[in-house]
């Protein structure tokens, strides 16, 4: 991946990462962290995953994240589940292991799809063995749907280890909208706070708004009349700032009700996908909400 694909995946604050090139059309990891938050000094980088460990910033105790991706094959995930748990057992720390771990834990966690006992116990006894805990997760119970909806199943996870349930025990798991990818990006939170009121952003696309140069034209022409009254240019500016705000809140809201209700469509397709298969009219419906969401 070239530099500035990896910078389109991050803000605009300092980036480091890790990548584990693809095999073809198999595998391809990358990790990314805020080096002026997380101060990585070990990097472990295979075909099916990326440990980087090292110290958060105002956090005791030494970090390790693993980015997983297993493969589809049975026998490389055991494979893999052995070497992951060598690399648990070889550090002192905290363990976050996240990624598609392509196999699931119970019957329940597949819909329409073959359900593999001997394999999901083999997971479960890596689990077991590695002191790994799963957190509940909200926003769907399933993380993988087939493109045509007729299959589910819960194969992104993230697990961690005691220390890090005990540290965080109200944590929060999320599964988000997928959109047009296959499987739901997933999102821990651990902390809940507060940082205020959202400061004042203007982008120069609203220039290209008709509506916005009414707005600024309206507020402009009682300049005179707030002068009158003993208002400084920037009272004026401060009342111009509060009618953009106004503005901007009614088109947003314009803007996004399509938006709302395509993604309430998708949430409710897919959720009656959890039922039985969907139909081809319900297939179209999906198909072209994901398109206008995207686009």
């Given at each position: 991946?070239?530099?500035?694909?990896?910078?389109?995946?991050?803000?605009?604050?300092?980036?480091?990462?890790?990548?584990?090139?693809?095999?073809?059309?198999?595998?391809?990891?990358?990790?990314?962290?805020n080096p002026?938050?997380?101060?990585?000094?070990?990097?472990?980088?295979?075909?099916?995953?990326?440990?980087?460990?090292?110290?958060?910033?105002?956090?005791?105790?030494?970090?390790?994240?693993?980015?997983?991706?297993?493969?589809?094959?049975?026998?490389?995930?055991?494979?893999?589940?052995?070497?992951?748990?060598?690399?648990?057992?070889?550090?002192?720390?905290?363990?976050?292991?996240?990624?598609?771990?392509?196999?699931?834990?119970?019957?329940?966690?597949?819909l329409n799809?073959?359900?593999?006992?001997?394999?999901?116990?083999?997971?479960?006894?890596?689990?077991?063995?590695?002191?790994?805990?799963?957190?509940?997760?909200?926003?769907?119970?399933?993380?993988?749907?087939?493109?045509?909806?007729?299959?589910?199943?819960?194969?992104?996870?993230?697990?961690?280890?005691?220390?890090?349930?005990?540290?965080?025990?109200?944590?929060?798991?999320?599964?988000?909208?997928?959109?047009?990818?296959?499987?739901?990006?997933?999102?821990?939170?651990?902390?809940?706070?507060?940082?205020?009121?959202?400061?004042?952003?203007?982008?120069?696309?609203?220039?290209?708004?008709?509506?916005?140069?009414?707005?600024?034209?309206?507020?402009?022409?009682?300049?005179?009349?707030?002068?009158?009254?003993?208002?400084?240019?920037?009272?004026?500016?401060?009342?111009?700032?509060?009618?953009?705000?106004?503005?901007?809140?009614?088109?947003?809201?314009?803007?996004?009700?399509?938006?709302?209700?395509?993604?309430?469509?998708?949430?409710?397709?897919?959720?009656?996908?959890?039922?039985?298969?969907?139909?081809?009219?319900?297939?179209?419906?999906?198909?072209?909400?994901?398109d206008f969401?995207?686009?």
């Amino acid at each position: 991946m070239t530099s500035s694909q990896i910078g389109r995946l991050w803000d605009s604050s300092a980036v480091d990462f890790a990548i584990a090139d693809a095999a073809g059309r198999s595998g391809g990891l990358i990790s990314l962290w805020n080096p002026s938050i997380f101060n990585v000094n070990l990097r472990i980088i295979k075909q099916n995953f990326i440990i980087v460990g090292g110290k958060i910033t105002r956090l005791d105790g030494e970090f390790f994240i693993v980015n997983v991706y297993a493969p589809n094959n049975e026998c490389k995930r055991k494979h893999l589940w052995l070497e992951l748990l060598e690399v648990r057992e070889s550090f002192d720390g905290f363990f976050v292991f996240l990624g598609d771990f392509n196999e699931v834990r119970t019957q329940e966690d597949r819909l329409n799809s073959v359900f593999n006992p001997n394999n999901a116990l083999v997971f479960k006894n890596f689990i077991r063995s590695a002191g790994l805990s799963e957190y509940n997760m909200g926003g769907a119970k399933f993380t993988y749907i087939k493109l045509d909806g007729s299959k589910q199943s819960k194969l992104d996870k993230i697990l961690v280890c005691d220390g890090f349930m005990d540290k965080w025990p109200n944590a929060r798991l999320t599964a988000v909208l997928r959109e047009k990818l296959d499987h739901r990006p997933v999102i821990p939170q651990v902390n809940f706070d507060d940082f205020g009121p959202i400061p004042f952003r203007f982008f120069n696309t609203w220039l290209q708004d008709s509506e916005l140069a009414e707005v600024v034209k309206l507020q402009l022409s009682s300049r005179q009349k707030l002068h009158t009254h003993g208002l400084s240019l920037a009272e004026c500016l401060k009342r111009l700032k509060e009618r953009i705000k106004e503005w901007r809140r009614k088109k947003k809201e314009a803007e996004n009700k399509l938006i709302v209700e395509s993604r309430t469509l998708i949430d409710d397709l897919e959720i009656k996908a959890e039922s039985g298969p969907l139909n081809e009219e319900d297939k179209k419906k999906r198909f072209e909400a994901i398109d206008f969401i995207v686009d």
